[in-house]
């Protein structure tokens, strides 16, 4: 569920292009105009005029000898114009670098962008084994995902059910909590313990934990998560190796933003509601 907008407010031929622009994915990279105008609901001239501007600006680009377009490599200037500053980078790598070794094999730092968590930057170890695509800039609902209950729980309550109610909450398996009443109870255990744990019938064949970054009035600004392939180590093995020294990042990667002044992008979710 997108935030409810002004309509006099908005430009609409730009909203159609940023749609245009937001068909593609990581696993769908090439469509033909008639597959953008059905995926989008345009009509074919408004399509056909929205795909025409977007390449000529650069930021899609036809596919050699076929029909198809594609974003083009110009699309990347928005994203790390946004979340690749050198400041808040420079701060976490290390950090995070410092948590992946002989049980732990990726760990990431997250911030709440609406209702979903977008990652800023991710450390793997050479050959990673996690069988998951994850790279900067990937976005997952924050209702269900580790790294969403360690920033929503350190959250005021009012925030939490406000970056709740901007999307549809569906079941990704039996235990996923889709209602108000069943995350604020797992993030009740998650404020107690000061980690949260993906449910394992989520993220399959894989361990994730993650802990809030917090600012200095105690309020979340981000997570660390840390990673590993499940059939290597069992789920209490892996709590119990990496809660500390995830919980330990995540509090120095805090002190060290609040030093340095840095500010991470998308972490102020009531800007978005």
Do not use: W
Request: proline content about 4%.
């Amino acid at each position: 569920m997108r935030p409810a907008s002004n309509s006099k407010n908005r430009v609409q031929s730009l909203a159609k292009g940023f749609r245009v622009l937001e068909t593609f994915s990581a696993t769908e990279t090439a469509f033909t105009l008639t597959e953008i105008a059905k995926r989008t609901g345009l009509d074919s001239g408004t399509a056909f005029r929205m795909v025409n501007t977007l390449v000529s600006l650069g930021y899609l680009q036809k596919v050699r000898n076929t029909r198809k377009f594609r974003l083009s490599l110009r699309i990347l200037d928005l994203g790390f114009n946004a979340i690749a500053r050198t400041d808040m980078r420079t701060v976490a790598r290390p950090i995070l670098r410092s948590l992946v070794g002989d049980v732990i094999e990726a760990a990431s730092l997250a911030a709440l962008d609406g209702a979903q968590m977008v990652y800023l930057e991710r450390v793997q170890a050479g050959l990673a084994r996690l069988g998951v695509d994850v790279r900067i800039g990937t976005r997952l609902p924050a209702y269900y995902t580790a790294m969403g209950h360690a920033v929503l729980a350190f959250l005021p309550c009012e925030m939490v059910r406000r970056v709740l109610d901007l999307q549809e909450r569906i079941k990704i398996s039996p235990n996923t909590p889709v209602t108000i009443d069943d995350i604020n109870k797992r993030l009740a255990r998650v404020q107690r313990l000061g980690y949260a744990v993906a449910d394992p019938k989520i993220v399959v064949g894989l361990h994730v934990l993650a802990a809030p970054v917090l600012d200095i009035d105690g309020q979340s600004i981000a997570a660390i998560s840390a990673a590993a392939p499940a059939m290597h180590i069992s789920l209490k093995q892996f709590i119990q190796k990496t809660a500390k020294p995830v919980m330990a990042a995540a509090g120095e990667m805090g002190k060290a933003l609040q030093a340095s002044g840095s500010a991470l992008p998308g972490t102020a979710p009531a800007a978005k509601l």
